[in-house]
T-cell receptor, first 108, second 115 residues
């Protein structure tokens, strides 16, 4: 199946700082999904991107899909302690393989 | 909507024992996925089904693992015999249509510990 690589693996920020995680694919994607997993929880769907260059926002979260549809990013503005968790991207093939995730910790 | 239901939530067993994990997908969802999550390997896709038919089991670690979906509302993942390295959280997820076109809905997972 296609591979999606995520960086960074870990990110520790002070509350109020911004955070970005990146997802890169070895092949062109038709769409990409983002999920958040709280500590001890299960992955929860955040958003799906489909179009080249697409940008979507959810409050303080901004999601982008690259022009070549091979990369994507999730940016959080002014992090809060409620943002703590691991953020995953998942490729578009039927088999839905996930990136390794970026674990975000936020210091109050 | 009760969501995806997995049982048991926790399973502790001894090496060599058979383990069966269960999943009830969301009604009407055509796709069902089994994932394994560990610190070292992240979230690994083990197998997925479409309309109860296994489509890709290339992620199943070895012959000790088997999965079935006898009907649209039930699936099992069996490990026989279990080994300590199988210790992980196992998630079941379902989606309405092909995984890339609709969200995956995950169950709460089964935390398996093999001693």
């Amino acid at each position: 199946g296609q591979q999606v690589m995520q960086i960074p693996q870990y990110q520790h920020v002070q509350e109020g700082e911004d955070f970005t995680t990146y997802c890169n694919s070895s092949t062109t994607l038709s769409n990409i999904q983002w999920y958040k997993q709280r500590p001890g929880g299960h992955p929860v769907f955040l958003i799906q991107l489909v179009k080249s260059g697409e940008v979507k926002k959810q409050k303080r979260l901004t999601f982008q899909f690259g022009e070549a549809k091979k990369n994507s990013s999730l940016h959080i503005t002014a992090t809060q302690t409620t943002d703590v968790g691991t953020y995953f991207c998942a490729g578009d093939n039927n088999d839905m393989r996930f990136g390794a995730g970026t674990r975000l910790t936020v210091k109050p | 909507d009760a969501g995806v239901i997995q049982s048991p939530r926790h399973e502790v067993t001894e090496m060599g024992q058979e383990v069966t994990l269960r999943c009830k997908p969301i009604s009407g969802h055509d796709y069902l996925f089994w994932y394994r999550q560990t610190m070292m390997r992240g979230l690994e896709l083990l197998i997925y089904f479409n309309n109860n038919v296994p489509i890709d089991d290339s992620g199943m670690p070895e012959d000790r693992f088997s999965a079935k979906m006898p009907n649209a509302s039930f699936s099992t993942l069996k490990i026989q015999p279990s080994e300590p390295r199988d210790s992980a959280v196992y998630f079941c997820a379902s989606s309405l249509v092909s995984g890339g076109n609709s969200p995956l809905h995950f169950g709460n997972g089964t935390r398996l510990t093999v001693t």
